[in-house]
């Protein structure tokens, strides 16, 4: 059983940036392949990174690439969304998800067996 807790979240201006965190517990940390979604109001949850169990191979979507990075410090049982250049279309609920087993990083919902409870970003213009 993995628990995940998020946090960072918060209110920024368009052309910001924020740092969103998520700890897990439990001692596998390092053997779970981490992912970040995020859910806007009306819409469905939507993928937006993803990292390998060592942090070797990472995955972004399209509408956050270049501007995201995903991270993890496996030491710390933490993994990290560096969201900047912040757009009012980025505002949402960002939730982290992690999946036990596999070797690389995973984009679909159903891949994943564990979320946090989510953490709110606003992006004012």
């Known amino acids: 059983q993995v628990q995940l807790v998020e946090s960072g979240g918060g209110l920024v201006q368009a052309g910001g940036s924020l740092r969103l965190s998520c700890a897990a517990s439990g001692r596998t940390f390092s053997s779970y392949a981490m992912g970040w979604f995020r859910q806007a109001p009306g819409k469905e949850r939507e993928f937006v990174a993803a990292?390998?169990?060592?942090?070797?191979?990472?995955y972004h979507a399209d509408s956050v690439k270049g501007r995201f990075t995903i991270s993890r410090d496996n030491a710390k049982n933490t993994v990290y969304l560096q969201m900047n250049s912040l757009k009012p279309e980025d505002t949402a609920v960002y939730y982290c998800?992690?999946?036990?087993?596999?070797?690389?990083?995973?984009?679909?919902?159903?891949?994943?067996?564990?979320w946090g409870q989510g953490t709110q970003v606003t992006v004012s213009s």
């Open positions: 998800a992690a999946r036990g087993g596999g070797t690389y990083y995973y984009t679909r919902i159903h891949q994943y067996d564990y």
């Open positions: 990292i390998s169990w060592n942090g070797a191979s990472t």
